[in-house]
């Protein structure tokens, strides 16, 4: 188990490997950037502050099964996948999973020329609270439904361009409080 109890920025550019888990807490934000982190399959808990993902040609993210579970019982948090890489990237069950609570937040961001595609069995959202989904600079395929009972979940596009794939419609009942589409 790796504890990271930091108020300020930290970096960790060495490889993350293993089955172990990863705790971050505090105020303060992470951010991952080693070259090979595919053979991390134990699971990242973001319990407070931010944990920033910063994909380049020359890196890899988790394996598929890592887990990344954003936030706890008492507080929220932050995850960031950013990419500048140009090759398209699929969100998919073949991605770790994400696990949204208490009023979290996960943020991917492109570079206003590569793709990005949302499938189902990439996230979770707890159904007690409001989660926000933030999808930036990039052109996104939404190959899903983000549906969940109990309270609805925040999703904005900022500076996108939406695809809606077969069988998604653009209403309320399928992609609540959904805004700043471009």
Known sequence: ILNINNAGNTSISANI???GNINKSDIGMVTLSGNDNS???GDLMVNDGKVRFVKTADNEFFDETADIIVGNSTNSAIFEYITNELSPITFDSNFSEVTLNNGSTVSISGNTENHISLFDGWLTSDSSSTNNLIFNDAYYDLNTVFAKTGSVDNINFNNSFVTL????AHSAS???NANNYN
Do not use: E, R
Not at 165 to 168: E, P, Y
């Open 17 to 19: 490997k293993g089955n």
């Open 174 to 176: 399928t992609i609540p």
């Open 39 to 41: 053979l991390f399959t």
């Open 165 to 168: 794939g077969n069988g998604i």
